[in-house]
Structures are given as structure tokens and as C-alpha cells.
């Protein structure tokens, strides 16, 4: 592991984040990549950059029943349930994540806040290298860098413009953007803001 992040994540506080995080309710997560795929085609693989228990994965599952869905998952024990339904995941951090296939969609969600910021840029460029059209991030946001005590713990939540970096670092073209909101009467989410890109080159 290169951070702290990543030992954080890995261990027995990663082991209780899986434990609590138990599903949304699915039409909220069905409704939420509805949205953000309408503006897309031809999406048919698809890679998560962090799965923990495959919530994720399993919407799109509904949504693409003949996709392709893949991620990596750093935590030992959100990974094996993720992929003990059906998911194909690779255990360990995206930091080092040696893949070389590309896929129609490459997305996160929840993730980057968790990432040592002086490696984001690194993550930006994983992400960019191996996606073949679109790239979509749902991230909390902030118009400035901004640490967060996470239950606790410090250096262990980040809020920033994710979408902004990821856009100037990469050849992307913006095509949608959303928010959900905890107090959706319909659809609640935690309060948090997805961007749709396509890359240009």
C-alpha cells in the first residue's frame, strides 16, 4: 500500500464500512444511472473504480443485462462479496492497478473523496488510459479543496471539483451532469453530484 488512505481502506475500518453499507433502495441507483446513461450508446463493458460490495454493479446489471461489468476493489471482504455475485473484480488499489483492457464506461462513485489528493492525478490518468468513451464521476462536491473529519478520523475525506480537474487533465467533453439529494421524496442519494463525460481522443 502507498498511503495511509489505502491501509485505511484495506483494514478493519474498510471490513465496517462494508458491513453497514447496506443497499440503497434500487430504484434510487436504477433512477440515478438511468439519468446519467441516457445521453450515452453503445455502452456494453463497463469498470468501476472502487466497487466495495457491488451495489453499483448491480443496477447496472438491470440496466445492461448483457453488459460486461468489471471494477477493483481494495477491501478483501467488500471485493468477494461483490464478485460473489457475478461481478468480475480484481483485488487491490487502483494506485497500482496494472489493467490494460479498455471499456465503453469507466466510472466512480464515493471514491475519489477517499483518495489521498496528491494521487489523484494518477487516478485521473488510470481512468482516462482505460476508457474507451465515456468516463462518468459522482463525487461530493466542493468549489475548493477541503478535508473532512470522517467519523473521527482525519486526512480520510476530501471534498474538491473532481469534475473540474478530471475535465482539464483529460481530452473530455462534458454531455451531462446531475445531484441527487437525500431528501428526494422518490429517489434518495446522499447529496452528491454526477458528471457524464466523453473522451475526445
Known amino acids: 500500500m502507498k498511503t495511509e488512505q489505502e491501509v485505511f481502506w ?6 465496517a464500512y462494508t458491513d453497514r453499507n447496506a443497499p440503497p433502495s434500487l430504484k434510487s441507483n436504477l433512477n440515478l444511472f438511468a439519468k ?18 457491488g451495489l453499483n454493479l448491480d443496477a447496472l446489471r438491470h440496466l445492461l443485462p448483457d453488459g460486461q461489468l468489471h471494477g477493483i ?9 461483490a464478485a460473489g455475485k457475478g461481478h468480475q473484480i480484481e483485488v ?20 475519489l473523496i477517499h483518495i489521498n489528493p496528491a494521487e489523484l492525478p494518477a487516478v485521473y490518468d488510470f481512468m482516462g488510459r ?11 462536491f ?3 479543496p477541503v478535508a473532512i473529519d470522517y467519523r473521527g478520523n482525519q486526512e480520510r475525506l476530501f471534498k474538491r471539483d473532481f469534475a473540474k480537474e478530471i475535465m482539464d487533465r483529460l481530452s473530455l467533453e462534458l454531455v451531462d451532469y446531475g445531484f441527487t ?7 434518495p442519494l446522499d447529496d452528491s453530484t454526477w458528471f457524464l463525460f466523453r473522451k475526445t481522443r
Open 10 to 15: 484495506q483494514g478493519e475500518f474498510g471490513d
Open 36 to 53: 446519467a446513461l441516457s445521453k450515452t450508446s453503445g455502452v456494453r463493458t463497463v469498470y468501476e473504480v472502487g466497487t466495495n460490495r
Open 73 to 81: 476493489e481494495i477491501n478483501h471482504k467488500a471485493a468477494a462479496i
Open 92 to 111: 487491490g488499489s487502483v494506485l497500482s492497478c496494472q489493467e490494460a483492457r479498455t471499456f465503453d464506461l469507466v466510472f466512480t462513485r464515493g471514491v
Open 130 to 140: 482505460i476508457a474507451g468513451k465515456y468516463i462518468l464521476v459522482d463525487e461530493y
Open 142 to 144: 466542493s468549489p475548493n
Open 181 to 187: 439529494w437525500k431528501h428526494d421524496p422518490n429517489f
